[in-house]
């Protein structure tokens, strides 16, 4: 007599948790790509330059009508404080304070507008650096050097995360009640351990866990779609930046 675990096998898909789409923000020549193709990447490296020339004289431009805009309403206030000063005396009248307040706020209008602007065009400098938003592995480029790109180019490169991964496979719901129904004592569900069989016939390592089940029930197979986390390190005989370092894609 031994203990035996009970066991099934499912033909299931590795599916990456994040997937990243790298598209341009503006339109410029894109200068240097500073990846290499099919490597990792972290999250804020910078994948793609572009050329910050133009963008870089909008913002000096939007600056400089903000410097402008600001020394026209600290004048205007200047002449309110006056307009109110004399406003108490014989020399003052009432129409002047109520113009110098409605220009100083026209141009405290004018100024946030100004600076709103300038605002807009650091964001758009900023966007001549392409950079990584997630962890993971970056296709080919589908853009070189020399080409001008923009939010209609499409795809520059698409990133999809490593560690950890998701396995997704069917199971028939009869299998899913008796699983709930034997183990609801032990956490049901949550008591199933998933490993996985490499398409070459060996298993892999590390176990994971289900954190998923689709709600609905796929009517020409009456399955379910289980999920399962489990995780994706660098082998041991690999390096970081080595390609294929890891089992599961």
């Not at 609801?184 to 866990?209: C, F, H, M, Q, W």
């Amino acid at each position: 007599m031994r203990p035996v675990i009970e066991s099934n096998e499912y033909v299931g898909r590795v599916q990456a948790i994040s997937r990243v789409e790298v598209v341009a923000r503006v339109t410029a020549f894109l200068v240097q790509r500073k990846f290499d193709e099919g490597g990792e990447v972290k999250a804020g490296d910078v994948l793609y330059t572009l050329e910050r020339g133009p963008f870089e004289a909008q913002v000096a431009a939007q600056a400089a009508t903000v410097a402008q805009a600001n020394a026209v309403l600290q004048n205007n206030s200047l002449t309110l404080g006056r307009a109110e000063a004399l406003l108490n005396t014989a020399a003052g009248q009432r129409s002047k304070v109520d113009d110098a307040q409605s220009q100083q706020r026209s141009q405290a209008a004018q100024l946030a507008g100004a600076q709103a602007q300038l605002r807009l065009s650091q964001i758009n400098l900023d966007y001549t650096e392409i950079k990584a938003p997630i962890d993971g592995r970056i296709s080919r480029t589908a853009v070189t050097e020399g080409n001008v790109v923009s939010p209609s180019s499409g795809v520059l490169a698409t990133i999809v995360s490593q560690d950890p991964m998701y396995v997704i496979f069917p199971v028939s719901v009869r299998a899913v009640l008796d699983l709930r129904e034997r183990y609801g004592d032990k956490g049901g569900l949550a008591a199933v351990s998933v490993k996985i069989r490499l398409p070459n016939g060996r298993e892999y390592a590390p176990t994971g866990a289900l954190d998923y089940v689709d709600p609905v029930v796929a009517p020409n197979t009456d399955t379910l779609n289980l999920r399962a986390r489990i995780p994706n390190p660098v082998r041991l005989s690999s390096k970081a930046g080595e390609l294929g370092n890891r089992d599961l894609t």
